[in-house]
């Protein structure tokens, strides 16, 4: 069974930073793209980062260009999402998504979500 | 950047036939995938390749695309099928999701 359980959110200042993970089990791993996806209160989802299986191909959303680093550690089956300089427009669920393949450019797994909250 | 719009709501009377439209251009020239999200749940994919089916989604979820419209058709709509629905497309390296569309079962 294919679970992906992210991890690491919380409170965080406006500016400051926040690593998620996204622990995965069920599939192998190094087989498939990752991406993360937000959804902020009320909103609708934001696909924000992927990358490849093997990490050698990488993809940003021009909203988190420059500020948020994807990475994904094979070894331990495990994705990242290295948050830098947040604004209170990042709060949000963040999810961790399977692609169907790499690239299959769908995602057929979700996790079940880690909320970030920015704030002062 | 590309775009998908969805009309932000859509009424159905249980056991009649809903469907979700969901605009881009030459959207029917590219694959259009489907999910389903509960209130306080994670997405799931319920159409995937424009008009496939996951295993265990139920065959009343169909789904087409063509021209510049992608569409989600829900036959004999049930009570639980009240969701918010998003489409989704690739676009040059970005996963691009549609706007949403409440689906509310009256």
């Known amino acids: 069974e294919v679970q992906l359980l992210e991890s690491g959110g919380g409170l965080v200042q406006p500016g400051g930073s926040l690593r998620l993970s996204c622990a995965a089990s069920?599939?192998?791993?190094?087989?498939?793209?990752m991406s993360w996806v937000r959804q902020a209160p009320g909103k609708g989802l934001e696909w924000l980062s992927a990358?490849?299986?093997?990490?050698?191909?990488?993809y940003y959303a021009d909203s988190v260009k420059g500020r948020f680093t994807i990475s994904r550690d094979n070894a331990k089956n495990t994705l990242y999402l290295q948050m830098n300089s947040l604004r209170a427009e990042d709060t949000a669920v963040y999810y961790c998504?399977?692609?169907?393949?790499?690239?299959?450019?769908?995602?057929?797994?979700w996790g079940q979500g880690t909320l970030v909250t920015v704030s002062s | 950047s590309y775009e998908l719009t969805q009309p932000p709501s859509v009424s159905v009377s249980p056991g009649q036939t809903a469907s979700i439209t969901c605009s881009g251009n030459?959207?029917?020239?590219?694959y259009s995938w489907w999910y389903q999200q509960k209130p306080g749940q994670s997405p799931v994919l319920i159409i995937?390749?424009?008009?496939k089916r996951p295993s265990g989604i139920p065959e009343r979820f169909s789904g087409s695309n063509s021209g510049n419209t992608a569409t989600l058709t829900i036959s004999g709509t049930q009570a639980m099928d009240e969701a918010d629905y998003y489409c989704?497309?690739?676009?040059?390296?970005?996963?691009?999701f549609g706007t949403g569309t409440k689906l509310t079962v009256l």
């Open positions: 998504a399977k692609d169907r393949g790499d690239w299959n450019y769908f995602f057929d797994y």
């Open positions: 995937y390749d424009d008009k």
């Open positions: 030459k959207l029917g020239d590219r």
């Open positions: 990358i490849s299986g093997a990490g050698g191909s990488i």
């Open positions: 069920g599939f192998t791993f190094s087989g498939y793209a």
């Open positions: 989704q497309a690739w676009d040059s390296g970005t996963y691009v």
